[in-house]
Nanobody
Framework: QVQLVEVGGGLVQPGSSLRLSCSAS????????MGWYRQAPGKERELVAL???????NYGDSVKSRFTISRDGAKKTIYLQMNNVKPEDTAVYYC?????????WGSGIQVTVSS
């Protein structure tokens, strides 16, 4: 059973930076892709960033040029570098790993952007 553990959330001010980490219990190159999704109160879960096994990345429109996804295979960890955060980035952020049609989610971590 794959396990994903997210760390790094919290309360930050608008315009600041934050880095989220997601550590997997398996070799991350075992997954077709890994990434981050988020869900704000009253809204649907949406894509933030994905990275596939080949290193190709994909971002949600609202975070392009501000957020960067990366990975460290030796640490079995992916990261989400969040720069110039905005109040609308406030949400629970979930790590996700996919092998074919099998998807595993982390438990989520709260990010709140407020002055």
């Amino acid at each position: 059973q794959v396990q994903l553990v997210e760390v790094g959330g919290g309360l930050v001010q608008p315009g600041s930076s934050l880095r989220l980490s997601c550590s997997a219990s398996e070799n991350i190159f075992f997954f077709n892709d890994m990434g981050w999704y988020r869900q704000a109160p009253g809204k649907e879960r949406e894509l933030v960033a994905l990275i596939n096994v080949g290193g190709v990345t994909n971002y949600g429109d609202s975070v392009k040029s501000r957020f960067t996804i990366s990975r460290d295979g030796a640490k079995k960890t992916i990261y989400l570098q969040m720069n110039n955060v905005k109040p609308e980035d406030t949400a629970v952020y979930y790590c996700r790993a996919r092998v074919l049609s099998r998807i595993t989610w982390g438990s989520g971590i709260q990010v709140t952007v407020s002055s």
